[in-house]
C-alpha cells in the first residue's frame, strides 16, 4: 500500500483480555515505531525496529507489552492482560532510514478501548 | 533528557487571518526538530523539519516555522489560514547521539480556524 496501515482501527476489550494489534510499514522501510498516545496528549515512544531486530524498548510500559517484528515487515503490539490504563491509541511509524535524521510516516492508529 | 512544551494548547483564529503556534524544547544534546499535523481519526502527517542549514524552514500548505537555537524555539506559522488548517499540531524534537531511537512530542495545540 501507499501508506502505513494499522488494524483493527479500533479495538474493545474487557480487562485482563488479551490484544494484539498489527502494523504494516510502508514497503522497504527498515526502521519501525509504536507510540502510544493517551487522550489530550502527544504521542510517547514504545519501542523501535531495525528490520526484524528491536533495537529499543525502553518505552514499554510494563512486561505486558510485547511486540515483534519478526521477518523485518509487519509488526505486531501485543497487550497482556489489559487494564483500563492501557487505554489509548496506538501508532505505528515507519521510516526509510534509522535514527535520528530519519522521517517517520505514521499510520492512522488503533484506538483501544478497555472496559 | 528531552522535553518539548507547547505553551497553547488551543488556539482559535478566524479564517484569513495569520497564525503563530508556539514550540519550546530542552536538550543536552542537539536535536533535529519537527512539526506534524494530526486531522481527526487520522495518523500524523509531516508538516516540516529543520536538519540543518538555513533557519527557516517552509513547510507543505503555506506553513513555516524558524529555529531559534538561543531560546530553543520552533515556532510554526502561516500568513494566512484556511478553515481546511482546522487540525491538532505537534512539535517533536529527535535527539542526536547514540541510543536515541524515537521522538519527542509535545502534547499538542488544537488550532481551530473560525469562518
Known amino acids: 500500500g501507499a501508506g502505513v496501515s494499522q488494524s483493527p482501527r479500533y479495538k474493545v476489550a474487557k480487562r485482563g483480555q488479551d490484544v494484539a494489534l498489527r502494523c504494516d510499514p510502508i514497503?522497504?522501510?527498515?526502521?519501525l515505531f509504536w507510540y502510544q498516545q493517551a487522550l489530550g496528549q502527544g504521542p510517547e515512544f514504545l519501542t523501535y525496529f531495525q528490520n526484524e531486530a528491536q533495537l529499543d524498548k525502553s518505552g514499554l510500559p510494563s512486561d505486558r507489552f510485547f511486540a515483534e517484528r519478526p521477518e523485518g515487515s509487519v509488526s505486531t503490539l501485543k497487550i497482556q492482560r489489559t487494564q483500563q490504563e492501557d487505554s489509548a491509541v496506538y501508532l505505528c511509524?515507519?521510516?526509510?532510514?534509522?535514527?535520528?535524521?530519519?522521517?517517520?510516516?505514521f499510520g492512522a492508529g488503533t484506538r483501544l478501548s478497555v472496559l | 533528557a528531552q522535553s518539548v512544551t507547547q505553551l497553547d494548547s488551543q488556539v482559535p483564529v478566524f479564517e484569513e487571518a495569520p497564525v503563530e503556534l508556539r514550540c519550546n524544547y530542552s536538550?543536552?544534546?542537539?536535536?533535529?526538530l519537527f512539526w506534524y499535523v494530526q486531522y481527526p481519526n487520522q495518523g500524523l502527517q509531516l508538516l516540516l523539519k529543520y536538519l540543518s542549514g538555513s533557519t527557516l524552514v517552509k513547510g507543505i500548505n503555506g506553513f513555516e516555522a524558524e529555529f531559534n537555537k538561543s531560546q530553543t524555539s520552533f515556532h510554526l506559522r502561516k500568513p494566512s489560514v484556511h478553515i481546511s488548517d482546522t487540525a491538532e499540531y505537534f512539535c517533536a524534537v529527535s535527539p542526536l547521539g547514540a541510543g536515541a531511537n524515537n521522538l519527542f512530542f509535545g502534547t499538542g495545540t488544537r488550532l481551530t480556524v473560525i469562518p
Open positions: 536538550s543536552s544534546v542537539s536535536v533535529y
Open positions: 514497503s522497504g522501510h527498515v526502521s
Open positions: 511509524a515507519s521510516s526509510l532510514e534509522r535514527p535520528p535524521k530519519n522521517i517517520q510516516y
